[in-house]
């Protein structure tokens, strides 16, 4: 069975997470963005989720993390939680 582990940050507009991906990608830490900015409880973590199957997140995480090329940050991704940005660390098939 595929495994993937992942990291997020969640935040509740789509501007917040666009301007937060453009800081990334400037040169700005993941997970220190996380712990500054994310809703989630993993935002402590840097936002590490760990390692995790199909079906174990909400589908548009999962269609994302279990596609989407490896150390690249992907998003905004919308949920019903709010506005995702995901990086994809590691997946087995």
């Known amino acids: 069975m595929s495994k993937a ?11 917040q997470c666009q301007q937060i991906k453009t ?17 989630c409880p993993s935002g402590g973590r840097g936002g590490d989720l760990g390692e995790f199957g199909p079906g174990q997140m909400v589908r548009e995480f999962d269609e994302v993390v279990f596609s989407a ?18 990086e994809v660390t590691s997946r087995t098939e």
């Open 5 to 15: 582990s992942a990291r997020h940050l969640l935040v509740s507009t789509e501007e």
């Open 23 to 39: 800081d990334i990608e400037n040169g700005a830490d993941f997970g220190e963005m996380a712990k500054q900015h994310s809703s």
């Open 69 to 86: 090329p490896l150390n690249t940050v992907q998003g905004p991704v919308k949920t019903q939680f709010g506005y995702h940005l995901l």
